[in-house]
Structures are given as C-alpha cells and as structure tokens.
C-alpha cells in the first residue's frame, strides 16, 4: 500500500521543540522530493520546508521558520522529519508531509501537484 504515515504531533509550550515523522511505505522516498505544509485555522495550506530527490541536497523554508526548523530524510527507515524548535504561537497548525517523484526543491515545489500526501499531524503550541 502506499501511503505517507505522520506521527510526532502533539501540544508544546512555546519555545520547545518538537520533530514529525512521516512513513513512506510502497515507494522508495529517496527518489522523491519532500515537503512538509501547514494550515492554520481559518487560513490557506502554506509550504513550510522541501528537500530535493536523490542526493541534490537542496532545501527550502519559509522565511517565517527559517533557523528553527530543519527537514531532512533517512532512507534506511524511507521516512523524512521536521524538526522544530523555538516554537511559538503562530505555529500552531495541522502539518503534512508530502513527496513529488524527482523533484527539485525551491520555492515553486509548493505549488506543484504532490503524488502522495500524509493524513497530517496537528501541532498546538500553547502555555
């Protein structure tokens, strides 16, 4: 079955951390751009971070979350993370892993159409 399975979600206090998972089964990630979206409530989804396909290398975050996040990939459990940090208010929000076959990350993957999707993770930062 393929699918991407998200796990990691959950409340933190603001200015804590906390890492997503996201569970590829079916298909092999590394050879699929990554990308990791939010929508808050009452607001459009919005591209957070992406990694290319393959080796590349290249990333991208928003500028909103540049410095405390990191996304990255580990193809012997073919799952990809984002870690946050520093976390606040505004970044409460239900976030989803996505993957694009041989991708290259920039700014425009977030408007690109992604083959698969998570189910999303929600994330409530709150004292």
């Known amino acids: 079955q393929v699918q991407l399975v998200e796990s990691g979600g959950g409340l933190v206090q603001p200015g804590g951390s906390l890492r997503l998972s996201c569970a590829a089964s079916?298909?092999?990630?590394?050879?699929?751009?990554i990308g990791w979206f939010r929508q808050a409530p009452g607001k459009e989804r919005e591209g957070v971070s992406c990694?290319?396909?393959?080796?590349?290398?290249?990333?991208n975050y928003a500028d909103s979350v540049k410095g405390r996040i990191t996304i990255s990939r580990y193809n012997a459990k073919n799952t990809m993370y984002l870690q946050m940090n520093s976390l606040k208010h505004e970044n409460t929000a239900v976030y989803y892993c996505?993957?694009?076959?041989?991708?290259?990350?920039?700014?425009?993957?977030?408007?690109?159409?992604?083959?698969?999707w998570g189910e999303g993770a929600q994330v409530t930062v709150s004292s």
């Open positions: 996505a993957a694009v076959s041989l991708a290259y990350c920039s700014s425009s993957l977030y408007e690109r159409t992604m083959e698969y």
């Open positions: 079916g298909f092999a990630l590394d050879y699929y751009g």
């Open positions: 990694l290319s396909a393959g080796n590349e290398g290249s990333t």
